[in-house]
């Protein structure tokens, strides 16, 4: 069975501060693929990123950064300078190589960015 | 890039009656497409499968004759509620992959309807 969590259910921060949304996962595939969605208060779903179980990478986007570390089976995502347009639920999704995309989401992390 | 349309966006409905949610790709095929469920300030749990000229898989817990899905083209899938009821507020998104990327690229994801019922 696959399973995600994010242990933080509710951050708050001021603006200009730099934060990280903690992500674990459980999984008996061998390859697999990790994804983080920002849900804003529109309620549609955000594409942040998507992450091959075999690259360990980490990557960089703007202000966006995600630390995958494979031996402790997480994928972190760090916002720097927050602002409060980041303001927002983020979610980060387990989908197996052999799952047809199906995604399993962890419970979700909500980000307060106080100006 | 690709796009999946949701519709309604929103919907409010009487106890009882039935409503039609619909998520279609407009421009590439989805052999595949899911039904998630989110209840406020919850996370999104898978609700289906939906499988192009097949019967959809459904979730341990979801009511397959309650949910009814039918995904009779390559681009359109429909989720219908049948006899609503309050406890079935909830959002609803549907997410499609593109027939033609490999598994697992990105995924797309319809809007979200949110459905109301009183």
């Known amino acids: 069975a696959q399973k995600v969590t994010q242990a933080q259910t509710e951050i708050s921060v001021v603006e200009k501060e730099d934060v990280t949304l903690d992500c674990v996962y459980e999984?008996?595939?061998?390859?697999?693929?990790l994804f983080w969605y920002k849900q804003p208060p529109s309620g549609e779903l955000v594409f942040l990123i998507r992450?091959?179980?075999?690259?360990?990478q980490n990557e960089i986007s703007g202000r966006y950064s995600w630390n995958f570390q494979k031996s402790t089976s997480s994928f972190n995502f760090t916002i720097t300078a927050s602002q409060v347009v980041d303001s927002a639920v983020y979610f980060c999704?387990?989908?197996?190589?052999?799952?047809?995309?199906?995604?399993?989401f962890g419970g979700g992390t909500r980000l307060m960015v106080k100006p | 890039g690709a796009v999946v349309s949701q519709h309604p966006s929103w919907v409010i409905c009487k106890s009882g009656t039935s409503v039609k949610i619909e998520c279609r790709s407009l421009?590439?095929?989805?052999?595949?497409m899911f039904w998630y469920r989110q209840f406020p300030k919850q996370s999104l749990m898978l609700m289906a499968t939906s499988n192009e000229g097949s019967k959809a898989t459904y979730e341990q817990g979801v009511e397959k004759d309650k949910f009814l899905i039918n995904h009779a083209s390559l681009t359109l899938s429909t989720l219908t509620v049948t006899s609503a009821h309050p406890e079935d507020s909830s959002f609803y998104i549907c997410?499609?992959?593109?027939?033609?990327?490999?598994?697992?690229?990105?995924?797309?994801f319809g809007s979200g309807t949110q459905l109301s019922v009183l």
């Open positions: 992450r091959n179980s075999f690259d360990e």
């Open positions: 999704a387990l989908g197996g190589h052999n799952a047809g995309n199906m995604l399993t």
């Open positions: 999984t008996r595939d061998t390859t697999y693929y």
């Open positions: 997410s499609a992959r593109d027939q033609g990327l490999l598994a697992n690229e990105k995924l797309f």
């Open positions: 421009d590439f095929q989805a052999t595949t």
